[in-house]
């Protein structure tokens, strides 16, 4: 089992719509998650970060936390064809002190005008 | 949010060759990293470093080898490149503070091997 699991898609969205972006990890005690957005041919570029359960909402961007379930989403409201990208889910090992991230291998995501 | 810089952005260089690739943060961040990324696959560690004179190896092993002189500068050096080691090389750095665990990424360099 990988410690980062993402649908690799591609997730094809309808401009407008609600993009819905899912990622499971393995290890238990892991306790911070983040949401990387990476375009074609460049680097990834940070979007979302979430510590606690539950939601946080940035603009159009909501990250859900579920740490029973070992489950953290990304909501993209109102996508946009920028939205199109590969959306990478990382998550911190929890040995404390250990700022490593694990990453998934991505979610390709195409939002058709 | 971190100014990281890598240079060269693109490098096309013969087998044999010795290499160095530079990346440099204007933040004062003491943890740095290199990744490796094939083309849409993931992003493997390579390297990393929690300060000056502190390089550790990565989850994927690589025939490259970090140096971490000052705090803003960590280069990737390849002795002897060769083709399995075109890729593309992405560097990263972390704020030092306690629980801040998020990662800035350099524009990356993109090294092919001919």
């Known amino acids: 089992q990988k410690e980062v699991e993402q649908n690799s898609g591609p997730l094809s969205v309808p401009e407008g719509a609600i993009a819905s972006l899912n990622c499971t990890y393995s290890d238990r005690g892991s306790q911070s998650f983040f949401w990387y957005r990476q375009y074609s041919g460049k680097s990834p570029e940070l979007i979302m970060f979430i510590y606690s359960n539950g939601d946080k909402e940035d603009g159009r961007f909501t990250a859900q936390l579920n740490k029973a379930s070992q489950y953290v989403s990304l909501l993209i409201r109102d996508s946009q064809p920028s939205d199109s990208a590969t959306y990478l889910c990382?998550?911190?090992?929890?040995?404390?002190?250990?700022?490593?991230?694990?990453f998934g291998t991505g979610t390709r995501l195409t939002i058709i005008p | 949010e971190a100014d990281i810089y890598q240079t060269p952005r693109y490098l096309v260089i013969g087998t044999g060759k010795k290499i160095t690739l530079e990346c440099s943060q204007t933040?004062?961040?003491?943890?740095m990293y290199w990744y490796q990324q094939d083309p849409g696959m993931e992003l493997h560690l390579i390297h990393y470093s929690y300060g000056v004179n502190s390089t550790e190896k990565g989850d994927l092993s690589s025939e490259s080898t970090v140096s971490r002189i000052r705090t803003e500068h960590f280069p990737l050096t390849l002795e002897s490149a060769r083709p399995s080691h075109t890729s593309q090389y992405l560097c990263a750095s972390n704020p030092s503070a306690a629980g801040i665990y998020e990662q800035y990424f350099g524009p990356g360099t993109r090294l092919t091997v001919t």
């Open positions: 933040m004062g961040h003491d943890k």
């Open positions: 990382a998550v911190n090992r929890s040995n404390f002190g250990n700022e490593k991230l694990t």
